[in-house]
């Protein structure tokens, strides 16, 4: 297995920091020119066990980092084109995070909506049940629901399912996980 360039410059830095703590310890009283062949080859021997032990754990936090890296590939995608509006708020209603359904729904790039005010995107009538839901989510435990209004491009209402969860935010202060689907009411349906 080849190594990359990154890869071997890493292994280059740690080699030259290794070889300068050595430099400065101080000397161990150990003369190699006094030891014995038997003692010379038990040190080698001593040395090659923990160069392998250090390979195969060097292989062992590669897989590590590959399993974590295809774990982070799956949630973002999970997160990302979920079929519902994520998103992550502050408690000071400071959005932080979003998904791409939560930007579609708003009619925003996503991106955009990081920073904005989630009040923004809530009809006045409805603001003060946006905030008792995430008071609510505080105080209880598990998820929290209601049905409110809110707008599209800052404007355009539609109604909508919001569950909301309490989790540790910025600075210790609560943050809010928070997922919307738009409610879409069936039209000229009869029930024969």
Do not use: W
Not at 18 to 41: F, H, P, Y
Not at 71 to 95: E, F, H, K, N, W
């Amino acid at each position: 297995m080849s190594k990359s360039k990154p890869e071997e410059r890493t292994l280059q830095i740690l080699r030259r920091r290794a070889e300068a703590a050595i430099d400065v310890q101080e000397d161990t009283g150990m003369e190699l020119d006094n030891l014995s062949k038997d003692e010379i080859r038990r040190l080698v021997h001593e040395l090659d066990v923990h160069r392998v032990e250090l390979e195969m754990q060097n292989e062992e936090l590669r897989r590590t980092q590959d399993e974590l890296e295809e774990a982070l590939d799956r949630y973002t995608d999970l997160y990302d084109y979920a079929p519902v509006g994520y998103l992550i708020v502050q408690s000071y209603g400071i959005i932080t995070s979003a998904n791409i359904m939560a930007g579609t729904l708003l009619g925003e790039n996503r991106n955009d909506l990081a920073g904005s005010s989630i009040q923004s995107y809530i009809v006045k009538e409805c603001q003060d049940d946006l905030y008792k839901l995430r008071r609510n989510a505080e105080k209880r435990a598990g998820v929290q629901s209601c049905e409110i209004t809110m707008k599209k491009d800052r404007s355009v209402p539609f109604k909508c399912r919001v569950d909301c969860i309490a989790i540790p935010g910025e600075d210790g202060a609560t943050a809010f996980r928070i997922s919307f689907c738009e409610i879409l009411y069936a039209q000229g349906v009869s029930s024969q």
